[in-house]
């Protein structure tokens, strides 16, 4: 029809008058869309108020999408931070980490009271309640910069000092601006589940509103204490946000900050080989378990080296040269390939020849190959009577992995890079973006696999972890944090020479240009300038550890 945009949604087509919304459209269709939270437009992901001007090929990101979940996130965290500045104008609020199923918020210089915190959220309802439009504001750099200054937001001008774009985007509610990377709702009403508790020193901002009859049960976990320890280290290095790192890199500082980063991690490396071989009663297995691209082979050759200088002289296997052959590889629901999966490796032969070491006598242990998906006989181990062996691979913690070992003879370890840096104090930097960026590097390196291919995989990557590795974590004995505050800017050009071979017809397309984006806020960092024996170049090569 003449002055109308066509618009293709799922194989049909659609006509709308030009500047109408992804609203609009549902509305004068009656379509069957629950809960959307974005669209994607012509491949461009952005809010679902975003105009559509000319024909359109529409795709919609709903809440029970990861990137949906994100979305929703980010604007419950706009609505927080909007009700927190009104409420507390003489507080600050560092947003941290994810706990549960909500984010950690330190708050400074002094915690919130239960009733400072009742009335916060009551605040955040009433905005809710308002059906309020929250504005997204355009302007040019300088001038944004200038007036993110005069509101004494040194982070944001710290982020955007060596990061001009083209045009500054903010969102504004109650003449109050935000900077933050990800869309988010357009209007408060679509807002309402969300929920606060008083936690430590600050608060947990949760993404749902439960019954005061069915609050979650907060408790300091171990993976807590170790975010909580590697915030105290930012503190101290004065690196807690990406300003800050691109700071240091462009002052000449980094290559001691390298240091420092690398020698805690050696530290901790150090200090979980002295409490293994300081057991009353020293185990004589030890599992490394961690979701995809923790690092979890590079820690296991350094913990190796830590054993040897405590006079310890282990074995390391790898769990990943025990994965079925592609064809006996079990498929999930939607028919692909589940590699996450604990029948996905051959736990038969693994017992066996576990077994066997225990037993002192000689395996040949398989060796992968991940580009033709078939195994070849491996290296030859014999275990003597003073050594242990070190497991490591995203199933270490499963019970059902070493049943047969008695739980005096198992230590375990569970390795995560749990994120230290935010994109400025109110955006934090969630632990997936890190590990889906490690591995797009490594698996273009060694695995043969393009971006596409590996963003490709990565739902059910998570869907992996979701179920087979996180629910586990808590069972470890000790928790390292293999995050380096300095990796992404030493992935950046590897990641996105890969990220930019995605093609428009992609399906991994819009989250290899939110991928780009995000690391546009990074300066670079020679990968050279990470030590040979850093747990970085498991992913980048030039390792002096032999894999």
Same mark, same amino acid.
């Given at each position: ?56 090929? &529409? /795709? #919609?990101?709903?809440?029970? =999408? *990861? ?5 929703? +996130?980010? @604007?419950?965290?706009? $609505? ?10 003489? &507080? /600050? #609020?560092?947003?941290?980490? =994810? *706990? ?5 918020? +330190?708050? @400074?210089?002094?915690? $919130?009271?239960n009733k400072e915190i009742d009335d916060l959220k009551g605040h955040m309802m009433a905005l809710v309640n308002g059906w309020i439009p929250i504005e997204r504001c355009l302007d040019d750099w300088d001038v944004s910069l200038q007036r993110m200054a005069r509101q004494g937001r040194k982070d944001v ?391």
């Amino acid at each position: 029809m003449k002055g109308l945009v066509n618009v293709k949604y799922h194989g049909k087509e659609y006509q709308i008058a030009p500047g109408s919304t992804l609203l609009d459209l549902i509305n004068k269709y009656d379509l069957p869309i629950k809960d959307p939270v974005a669209v994607i437009i012509n491949g461009h992901f952005t809010g679902i108020n975003k105009p559509i001007r000319v024909d359109t090929v &529409l /795709d #919609v990101i709903t809440l029970n =999408s *990861i990137q949906g979940k994100r979305v929703y +996130e980010n @604007s419950v965290l706009f $609505l927080f931070i909007i009700a927190f500045k009104t409420k507390f104008p003489k &507080l /600050d #609020v560092f947003i941290q980490h =994810s *706990i549960h199923d909500g984010l950690y918020a +330190e708050i @400074s210089p002094r915690p $919130l009271t239960n009733k400072e915190i009742d009335d916060l959220k009551g605040h955040m309802m009433a905005l809710v309640n308002g059906w309020i439009p929250i504005e997204r504001c355009l302007d040019d750099w300088d001038v944004s910069l200038q007036r993110m200054a005069r509101q004494g937001r040194k982070d944001v001008t710290n982020l955007f000092k060596f990061h001009p774009p083209n045009a500054f985007k903010t969102y504004k509610l109650e003449d109050i601006e935000e900077v933050l990377y990800l869309p988010i709702l357009p209007n408060t009403r679509f807002i309402d589940k969300f929920d606060l508790q008083k936690f430590a020193d600050g608060l947990v901002i949760l993404m749902d509103s439960p019954e005061s009859t069915q609050k979650v049960q907060l408790k300091k976990t171990k993976i807590f204490e170790s975010f909580d320890e590697y915030q105290r280290w930012s503190k101290i290095l004065k690196v807690r946000t990406v300003g800050d790192l691109n700071g240091h890199i462009m002052s000449g500082g980094i290559n001691d900050l390298i240091k420092i980063a690398e020698a805690l991690h050696e530290k901790k490396v150090a200090e979980i080989a002295d409490r293994i071989t300081k057991q009353e009663h020293m185990p004589r297995v030890v599992l490394i378990a961690g979701p995809s691209s923790s690092g979890k082979t590079t820690f296991s050759k350094r913990l190796e080296v830590q054993l040897r200088v405590n006079g310890i002289k282990p074995i390391t296997i790898s769990l990943d040269h025990y994965f079925k052959s592609r064809e006996e590889t079990p498929k999930d629901e939607h028919g692909n390939y589940d590699f996450e999966a604990l029948e996905a490796l051959d736990l038969n032969l693994f017992n066996q020849q576990l077994k066997d070491l225990l037993e002192g006598k000689t395996v040949v242990i398989p060796k992968f190959n991940f580009q033709t998906g078939s195994r070849s006989p491996g290296e030859t181990l014999t275990l003597l009577a003073n050594q242990i062996i070190i497991i490591e691979g995203i199933h270490g913690l499963n019970p059902r992995l070493t049943s047969s070992i008695d739980k005096k003879d198992k230590f375990k370890i569970y390795i995560s890079p749990l994120t230290q840096l935010n994109l400025h104090d109110h955006d934090r930097i969630p632990a997936t973006d890190t590990r889906v960026l490690r591995r797009i590097v490594r698996d273009s390196f060694f695995r043969g696999y393009s971006a596409g291919e590996t963003l490709g995989r990565w739902h059910s990557v998570r869907a992996g972890e979701e179920k087979y590795i996180f629910p586990l974590q808590e069972e470890a004995d000790i928790i390292f944090n293999s995050s380096l505050f300095y990796e992404l800017s030493v992935l950046k050009k590897d990641a996105e020479k890969e990220l930019l071979k995605v093609p428009t017809t992609d399906s991994s397309y819009v989250e290899a240009r939110r991928l780009l984006k995000f690391l546009s806020y990074f300066l670079p960092i020679d990968p050279d300038m990470a030590p040979k024996n850093s747990l970085l170049k498991e992913f980048i090569g030039g390792s002096s550890f032999k894999y």
